[in-house]
C-alpha cells in the first residue's frame, strides 16, 4: 500500500494557517483574537493540529481537521493559499 496524505507538516500547517488568517481579516474587516485557543467560534479557519496538537492526537485527527481547512477556504474563495510542496506533506 502506498502512502496516504494526511495533513502538512506543522511548519507549513500553520504558516497557511496564519496566511489564511490574514486573508480572512482582508476580506471581513474582523479582527482574529491573536491566540489561536480563543478563534473557535470566531468565523476563523479551523486551528490547525501542531505543537501539543500535532503530538496528541491521531493521522486520522489530523486527516478530518486538514479537510475542515480545506472547506473552510473553499467556502471563502481562500483555497488558492493551499499549496503545499512535497516536501511539507505528512503522510502515514
Request: charged fraction near 25%.
Amino acid at each position: 500500500m502506498g502512502k496516504i496524505f494526511i495533513c502538512p507538516k506543522p511548519d507549513k500547517w500553520n504558516e497557511i494557517f496564519e496566511n489564511l488568517c490574514r486573508a480572512y481579516e482582508i476580506q471581513t474587516g474582523e479582527r482574529l483574537p491573536f491566540h489561536s485557543s480563543e478563534m473557535s467560534g470566531t468565523g476563523g479557519p479551523p486551528v490547525p493540529l501542531i505543537l501539543g496538537g500535532w503530538v496528541f492526537t491521531s493521522n486520522l485527527d489530523k486527516k478530518i481537521r486538514w479537510e475542515q481547512t480545506i472547506k473552510w477556504a473553499k467556502e471563502r474563495g481562500l483555497d488558492h493559499l493551499l499549496d503545499i510542496e512535497e516536501s511539507d506533506m505528512h503522510y502515514s
